[in-house]
C-alpha cells in the first residue's frame, strides 16, 4: 500500500542555474537602480518604463512583463495608493511627494529574475516614508526564513511577524494587502508555490537547497483590502492609503537565504 506524503518539496535548482538565475537578476537589479536614479518631477511614468527597458535589453535580456499575459510595458509602476500592477503611461506625471514602486523582471538566457523596490519622489511625508522602509525591512526580515528544511508557510509567518515589528518600531500602523503575495520562479515568472505575505508556520511544501522564491511584502497605511482598475491591471488600495511594495528573487542555500537579485547600491 502506497503513502502520500503529507508535504511535498519546493523544486530546486541545480547551482549553475542558480549563478543563471543571479545573472537575470543582476540585470534587473541594474534597471531599478537606473529608473530611481532618474525619477525626478515631471517625468512620467512611461519614461521610467523606457529607462528600465532599455537597461534590460543593453545587458541582451528581454522585459519579462512585456506582453505577459497581455500586460503592455516593461515594468509595473504603481504610485501612492496603487499597490502593484500599475501601467506606465505618458499621462502619469510623478510630483515631489509621490511614493513609487517599481516591479521589474528580466530573462536571460531562459531564466527569469523579478524584483521591486519603492522610493520617493522628493521628500516624503513622515508616515510614507515610515512604511517605505518598514515594508523594505519587512523584506529582509521575512527571507531570514528562506533556508533548507522550513516551511513554505514558515515564510509566510516570518513575514507577518516582521510586519508587527516594524509597525512599533517604525511607529505605522500597517496592513497586510489580502489576496496578494510571492511566488516559485525559474524558467517562468510564476512557478507554484503561491507565497502568502502572512500565515501560520509549519504548512506547506518544504524548503529544499536550491528552492527558489520571490517574496514581496505589499503593505498600506490602511486597509487590506483592494480592488483593480478598469484598466484590468492596475490595484489600488480600498480606502486610497498609500502602499508599498518591496521584493527580491531568493534561493535557499545551506549557507543561508542568498538574494537571487542584487543591487549593488
Known amino acids: 500500500m502506497a503513502f502520500r506524503k503529507k508535504h511535498k518539496a519546493i523544486a530546486a535548482k ?3 542555474e542558480l549563478e543563471a538565475m543571479e545573472a537575470a537578476g543582476r540585470v534587473v537589479g541594474e ?6 536614479k532618474a525619477a525626478e518631477p515631471g517625468m ?3 519614461d521610467l ?6 537597461v534590460i535589453r543593453s545587458h541582451g535580456a528581454t522585459p519579462t512583463f512585456l506582453g505577459y499575459q497581455g500586460f503592455p510595458a516593461s515594468v509595473c509602476a504603481s504610485v501612492n495608493e496603487e499597490i502593484v500592477h500599475g501601467i506606465p503611461n505618458s499621462r502619469k506625471i510623478l510630483r515631489p511627494g509621490d511614493l513609487v514602486s517599481i516591479d521589474c523582471g528580466a530573462t536571460l538566457d531562459g ?11 522628493g521628500e516624503l511625508e513622515a508616515d510614507v516614508e515610515a512604511l517605505n522602509k518598514a515594508t523594505e525591512f519587512v523584506l529582509y526580515e521575512g527571507m531570514k526564513a528562506m533556508i533548507p528544511g522550513n516551511r513554505l508557510t514558515d ?4 513575514l507577518e511577524q516582521a510586519t508587527r515589528t516594524a509597525e512599533q518600531r517604525f511607529g505605522v500602523s500597517l496592513g497586510i494587502v489580502d489576496g496578494y503575495g510571492g511566488h516559485g520562479i525559474g524558467r517562468t515568472m510564476h512557478e507554484d508555490p503561491y507565497l502568502e505575505n502572512e500565515g501560520k508556520p509549519g504548512k506547506g511544501p518544504r524548503i529544499q537547497e536550491g528552492s527558489v522564491l520571490a517574496i514581496e511584502p505589499m503593505l498600506t497605511l490602511g486597509s487590506v483590502d483592494s480592488y483593480v482598475l478598469e484598466d484590468d491591471w492596475t490595484v489600488v488600495s480600498d480606502d486610497d492609503s498609500c502602499a508599498a511594495h518591496w521584493e ?3 534561493a535557499a542555500t545551506a549557507d543561508g537565504p542568498r538574494i537571487l537579485t542584487p543591487r549593488a547600491e
Open 14 to 16: 541545480t547551482l549553475a
Open 31 to 36: 534597471a531599478l537602480l537606473a529608473v530611481r
Open 44 to 46: 512620467s511614468t512611461l
Open 49 to 54: 518604463d523606457r529607462i528600465a527597458e532599455e
Open 111 to 121: 531564466w527569469v529574475g523579478d524584483s521591486a523596490i519603492s522610493f520617493g519622489i
Open 155 to 158: 515564510v509566510s509567518h516570518a
Open 248 to 250: 527580491h528573487t531568493v
